[in-house]
């Protein structure tokens, strides 16, 4: 199994909202990413976890809140966000440590696409 | 800091021209460089790496891009254009001590029948 996959494809959510995206990999990885993607532009970096642990939050919001309850699975807890969120969602994951020497390319979900009105 | 350049944000060509999107770097150290396709609505997919083990590296969809170290480069090719390649292009830089990978602009391909 070589996919990333991302719940759910689409999301539509009030500025007073709670939701949650998922993300889910079993190639083994122990590295997994946040990125937040607007239209025309290239990724965003926002949270990197590795072996589990909160290893780079890229000075994002608090309304954004990520959890990564085991080593398959990565989630973004969103609440109170604003229009100006809107954008494609994608999780990546890759193997290894976040700091070490080597190529660990990113493998990327579809994203979740995610509306805030 | 560590970063790619890719001039322009859009190129057109025939169906069976060539295809060159160009991308530069800049690295203190030893780079590990990517290509990612982006298809409308929807992910990132890897089309080629460069990890110093080739400088000529051959990708899917019969994409290939040629590390030139004196010319702090990584374009990519592909001799003949598909309507199918139609999509966003991303070259992106791994710094050799450090996994955080850094974006280009992105440049969106348009291939014309």
């Known amino acids: 199994d070589t996919e990333v996959t991302q719940t759910p494809k689409h999301l539509v959510m009030g500025m007073t909202n709670k939701k949650s995206l998922k993300c889910e990999q079993h190639m083994g990885h122990r590295a997994m990413y946040w990125y937040k993607q607007k239209a025309k532009k290239p990724p965003e970096l926002m949270f990197v976890y590795s072996y589990e642990k909160l290893s780079i939050n890229e000075s994002v919001p608090s309304r954004f809140s990520p959890e990564c309850p085991n080593s398959s699975l990565l989630n973004l807890h969103l609440h109170a966000l604003q229009p100006e969120d809107s954008a494609l969602y994608l999780c990546a994951s890759s193997q290894g440590r976040v700091r070490t020497s080597g190529v660990n390319e990113q493998f990327f979900g579809p994203g979740t696409r995610l509306t805030v009105l | 800091a560590q970063s790619v350049t890719q001039l322009g944000s859009h190129v057109s060509v025939s169906e069976g021209a060539l295809v060159l999107l160009r991308c530069n770097y800049s690295?203190?150290?030893?780079?590990?460089l990517f290509w990612y396709v982006q298809y409308p609505n929807q992910g990132l997919q890897l089309l080629l790496k460069?990890?110093?083990?080739?400088?000529l590296v051959k990708g899917i969809n019969g994409f290939e891009a040629e590390f030139k170290k004196s010319e702090t480069s990584f374009h990519l090719t592909k001799p003949s254009a598909h309507m199918s390649d139609a999509a966003e292009y991303f070259c992106a830089v791994i710094p050799g001590a450090n996994s955080k990978l850094t974006f280009g602009k992105g440049i969106t391909l348009s291939v014309r029948p």
């Open positions: 690295s203190s150290v030893p780079p590990y």
């Open positions: 460069y990890t110093s083990a080739a400088t």
